[in-house]
């Protein structure tokens, strides 16, 4: 085969298996964030009439929202206890097997979530979503290891990005289908509420098909050949001499050592500040309000003044925009580099916020502010794609070494999903309390963010782990490198006092 047929077949074999991993992957996060949103209204007074039908008690609207609150925010929780035993998970039965049994939880998810109506029972549509947040909580670490461990080099990058366009797709396709022509009907609410069983078992029935991440194999497992065959396949080519001996070097660097713990990272001073970094960076993701965009759109919209039959319409175009947004992050991050991306979304979210309070305050004098308040959601929304949404996952990736990383994926995505469930729980009652000052807290983290990442985060961009690792050195150990350079100085003083 010639250089380029060789580099056609690594390209389309690589792009077959990120969309196969993806479709039961990151797609499922961004897919059961925004399926929520439509049926709220009947999924409420399904809740009430359950609670009149059990026990003769009618909720008051307060209690409604709360209990629709846990529904939609329990995902979350999920999504924590997934995150936490991704790391166990992926070691025991390697990234691809763990893709795998991850759809156990959907299934079993989308089987209660469908079932739950003719039941009668509301907590079995609880008990689904946090099933479901499990699957997203293991998938969204496991599968950009597994991305980024079975690329090669100079597609390493684009690759581990495609974890959230898929994401943003997810999104697009959860409107899309939730949508009450399709399945976002008072008849049809259990069925969408199942539907993301679907793109899991286009998973199971495509992912067997591709081969395990080489570098689990040969480091892990330690079976050479096994890597020597998936490296052939998925590159389309005899394996070059360079990348098996990257991978051989990288397993001799290892050997002997075991992966670390979260406590070990906490308590190590030598990634104190790559630690907080991403610790700030993940959570700065969830508490900027996005994501909380997608759970209660229609809440959203019509605090901006959308008319309730365009709603279901226009929250289309949200999704829409994260996913046009990660596909420019992804062709633009290798030019402008990580922290001008991030710093410049911040920024632009910051200023989306103001213009938004001010729309919404004026939306009753101006005739046409609604407008401009449905603007400033897309351009907030546009302006979290083009930075944090792809820049904030590979972070992790790229400040800490191979024992350290998959500890740092776990407490990152701890981070995530716990602040995604405090901004679920908290979102609705922002809106109803603050009205149009909704946005003013989310504005003020976006800020507080922005002058984080430009204080603290050095660009990564085309550095060496041991380059990145050296301009943290200088704030991890500030106090202890003044006080050697200080005892120099004063040893050298005298020497000389003595000498003379």
């Keep these: ?182 399945l976002g009907s008072e008849p049809c609410w259990q069925y969408l509420l199942a539907s993301n069983a679907i793109p899991g078992v286009i998973q199971l029935l495509t992912l067997p098909w591709f081969p395990e991440s080489p570098r689990y194999l040969l480091i892990d497992r330690g079976d050479k050949e096994a890597c020597i065959n998936a490296l052939r396949r998925l590159r389309g080519c005899e394996v070059q001499s360079s990348e098996l001996n990257e991978i051989l070097q990288e397993q001799a660097a290892t050997k002997g050592m075991r992966p670390r713990g979260p406590w070990e990272l906490l308590t190590d001073r030598s990634v104190r500040w790559q630690l907080i970094t991403v610790m700030v960076i993940s959570s700065a993701m969830q508490l900027c309000g996005n994501d909380s965009i997608y759970f209660y759109a229609s809440y959203v919209f019509k605090e901006a003044g959308v008319s309730a039959d365009k709603i279901q319409y226009i929250t289309i175009g949200t999704g829409t925009c994260e996913f046009t947004a990660c596909i420019l992050c992804n062709l633009l991050i290798e030019r402008k580099g990580r922290r001008f991306m991030l710093m410049g979304g911040y920024i632009l979210m910051t200023i989306w916020a103001v213009v938004f309070t001010i729309a919404l305050s004026f939306e009753h004098y101006t005739s046409w502010m609604p407008y401009l308040s449905m603007a400033c959601i897309f351009t907030y929304i546009l302006s979290f794609g083009m930075g944090p949404a792809g820049v904030t996952g590979i972070l992790p990736t790229e400040l800490f070494d191979q024992t350290a990383r998959p500890a740092a994926y776990m407490i990152a995505g701890s981070m995530m999903w716990l602040n995604l469930f405090i901004m679920g729980m908290i979102f609705p009652f922002l809106m109803s309390e603050l009205s149009e000052f909704c946005f003013v807290p989310f504005g003020a983290i976006c800020l507080l963010s922005a002058l984080f990442v430009g204080l603290f985060l050095p660009e990564t961009k085309g550095k060496s782990l041991s380059a990145i690792t050296s301009e943290f050195h200088k704030l991890n150990f500030k106090g202890q490198d003044e006080k050697c350079l200080s005892q120099t100085t004063t040893q050298y003083q005298l020497g000389e006092t003595r000498a003379a």
């Design 1 to 182: 085969m010639s250089p380029a047929g060789a580099q056609k077949s690594s390209s389309l074999t690589l792009v077959l298996m990120v969309a196969s991993a993806a479709s039961g992957g990151t797609l499922q996060y961004g897919y059961n964030l925004a399926i929520m949103n439509t049926p709220a209204v009947f999924i409420q007074a399904f809740v009430n009439e359950t609670f009149l039908e059990r026990w003769d008690m009618q909720l008051e609207d307060y209690q409604v929202t709360l209990v629709w609150t846990i529904i939609v925010s329990i995902f979350s929780l999920g999504g924590f206890a997934g995150a936490l035993i991704a790391g166990p998970l992926t070691i025991r039965f390697g990234r691809k097997k763990c893709l795998l049994l991850n759809n156990i939880f959907l299934m079993t998810g989308a089987l209660l979530a469908v079932t739950s109506r003719a039941a009668k029972s509301f907590e079995m549509i609880i008990i689904a979503r946090v099933l479901v947040g499990i699957n997203a909580g293991v998938s969204m670490n496991v599968q950009p290891m597994y991305f980024g461990e079975s690329a090669p080099k100079h597609l390493r990058g684009a690759v581990s990005l495609s974890s959230a366009v898929f994401t943003a797709f997810g999104v697009v396709l959860g409107q899309v289908v939730g949508i009450r022509e399709i």
